[in-house]
């Protein structure tokens, strides 16, 4: 019989790498915390029309990468491939803006059909931020710093953040004519993604990574040209805003990013650690998406940072293989009286706030001693038939210059607070 695996870019999560998984969303959880940001979750699937509208046709996410299906009640459906559209969707149809302005995170998978790589797969994971409600600059300013201090907390190193504006929608129809007359002229030197893009998305023609393309923009007309003094004096004030703060930015006129909701502030703050350049972070400001959706004429700023680049990132830079964390008590148990009372001794230290791993293999002493040393376990209980007679546990340490120890088993607190004491 065939072996079954699993579909190409949907990739397990195995127990040695789940650690690390749980440290970076334990580490948003309390930066978001701090910032009075509150989670929502929206579901996986959603009806198409969602993105089609939110995201816009002329995307490549929405053109050629969504996984959609028609359902049992004929209903165009689409698992999510990003997640402001659907916290949007949320936040409109459960009426959240008549309380007031959100601030909001997320974080969970989602799905494009493209090709798999490292640190990109068709079932990926994000976490996000979405403000809703916030016109300030200074909106701009906070978004982009809890990005900034969550990735240098998590220890990334070699942060930048690229900015850009993208204008009113105003300044990008002005924009976009003037882009779309200069490429018209100069058509049949793109490249063919770009000469596609042309009628579809030109401005997405601006980050294209053919070199030839590059260079044809060079002489193009740019979109700080187009710009209304109004977006221009908002540009200036998210850059002081960011100055102020300490937190370096380059600017990149070439930065659009790949959804239709864009406007004004975008952004993405990448790393060189790994001695290439790698977005870890991305987002922007998306002041038309809550209305184009069927909302009140909303003003938002967001970002989503990608967890497989991320955690790649951190473990490429730990050089170290992926462990899952050690227990602090291995318990060693073999004997007719001592396995069962190896269960009661096991739940009273998991009681006291101990990470406690019972063998249960039967398996004689030396083995079970191997399995200890392999756990990373600081200390080893060992529980035999003996033992059990004689109303003890022995304590044996298996790192460091610790003494091996008895403990009374039948005095619970007294075993707890021994125990608590020497792990910690």
Known sequence: MEKLQSLRGMVDLLPAHTSLWQRVEATARDHFRRAGVQEIRTPLLEVTELFARGIGEATDVVGKEMYTFVDRGDRSCTLRPEGTASVVRA??????????????????PMFRYERPQAGRQRQFHQIGLEFLGFADARSDVEAISIAWDLLADLGVQGLALELNTLGSTDDRARYREQLVAYLQRHKDQLDPDSQDRLERNPLRILDSKNPDTQALLADAPTLAEALAPESRDRFEQVKAGLTALDIPFTLNPRLVRGLDYYSHTAFEITSTQLGAQATVCGGGRYDGLVEQLGGASTPAIGWA?????????????????????????????????????????????RRAGLSVELDSSGAAFGKQFKRADRSGAAWAAVLGDGEVEQGVVRLKPLRGNGEEQELPLADVDAQKACL?????
């Open 91 to 108: 936040v409109i149809q459960h009426g959240l803006l008549s309380q007031g302005s959100q601030r909001l995170w997320y974080g969970g």
């Open 305 to 349: 940072l990608g967890m497989e680049r991320l955690v790649l990132l951190l473990e490429q830079v730990a050089g170290e293989a992926a462990v899952g964390p050690a227990p602090d008590v291995y318990l060693v148990n073999r004997g007719e009286a001592a396995e069962p009372a190896a269960l009661t001794l096991a739940r009273n230290l």
């Open 420 to 424: 608590v004491a020497i792990a910690f």
